[in-house]
Structure formats: structure tokens, C-alpha cells
């Protein structure tokens, strides 16, 4: 079965590049001097810090499992000049009603964080602003009520 496409922009490329490089270079080791240190303590069957420090070697495998595959399907969009269009990689500025401009960056999945302003372009307001102009009015389904956001810029 081929892997599906994973769509990041350059400066989620890197991120995630480095933090797969510091799990696999320092928190490995870590863990490693965890476990080594809990097995060291004796008692297996009832070593609290054995377990925990189990559990945490395979948070960090899982996590560098998971970058590696996102970062071998990856695809790199780059941030071209505004199009006036938008696309993953576009900067939108909306408006909702009266309220004040919020600015989203259009991204892929992997690297979205809305608390930083980097939205999906699957999420119901990416999807909604996908292909949109300045000007436009997008209408996203929320649970209370329908939500309208008019595009004011895109960079």
C-alpha cells in the first residue's frame, strides 16, 4: 500500500527534522540511562521507575517511528509569492461578524497548531478557506451555529 502524501511547509519540514534528530541523539540515550539505572536497582517485578522508564522508551520509539515515516512521505510546499489565492503555505487574515482580524497559516496536518495560529488545511476552517480569494465570505459548520468568516488578506 503506498504512503500517503504528507504536505509541510519548509519550516515544518525542519522543525520536525530536528526534533527527530534530538530524540534519536539525546532522549534515547536518556531513556537508555534510565532503564539502565532502574534495572540497576534491583527488584524487577516491583520497580516502579523500571516501568516507567519502559514507558517512556516507547513514547520516544513510537514518536521517532511516527516522524520518520512523516518525513519520508513528506512533501515540501513551498511558500510562493500571493497568489490571491489560497493554498497550504497561504497566511489568511478573516474576519468573523464585528470581531478583530485573525491570521491563520494554511498547513498540512502533521504540523497545525491553532494555539499558534497554524491551522490544517483539513480542519473545517481550512478546508472552507481552500481556493477562497480576498474579499470571499467562507461559511464553516460549528456546533452552536454556522460561522462566517470574510477573507480580508492573504500573504
Do not use: C, W
Request: glycine share 8%; aromatic share 4%; proline share 5%.
Amino acid at each position: 500500500m503506498a504512503e500517503q502524501v504528507v504536505y509541510l511547509t519548509r519550516e515544518g519540514y525542519e522543525r520536525l527534522k530536528a526534533e527527530l534528530e534530538y530524540l534519536r541523539t539525546v532522549r534515547r540515550q536518556e531513556v537508555a540511562r534510565r532503564l539502565h539505572e532502574a534495572l540497576a536497582e534491583g527488584d524487577i517485578l516491583e520497580n516502579a521507575e523500571l516501568e516507567a522508564a519502559r514507558n517512556e522508551q516507547a513514547f520516544v520509539e513510537g514518536r521517532i517511528m511516527e516522524l520518520e515515516t512523516l518525513l519520508g512521505t513528506a512533501e515540501i510546499v513551498e511558500e510562493e509569492k500571493p497568489s490571491g489565492v489560497v493554498n497550504v503555505g497561504s497566511r489568511v487574515t478573516v474576519v468573523e461578524g464585528d470581531g478583530p482580524p485573525e491570521t491563520y497559516h494554511i498547513v498540512g496536518p502533521a504540523e497545525a497548531d491553532p494555539s499558534q495560529g497554524r491551522i490544517s488545511y483539513e480542519s473545517p476552517l481550512g478546508k472552507a478557506l481552500l481556493g477562497h480569494r480576498v474579499g470571499d465570505e467562507v461559511r464553516v459548520s460549528a456546533p452552536a451555529r454556522v460561522m462566517v468568516f470574510r477573507i480580508v488578506d492573504i500573504a
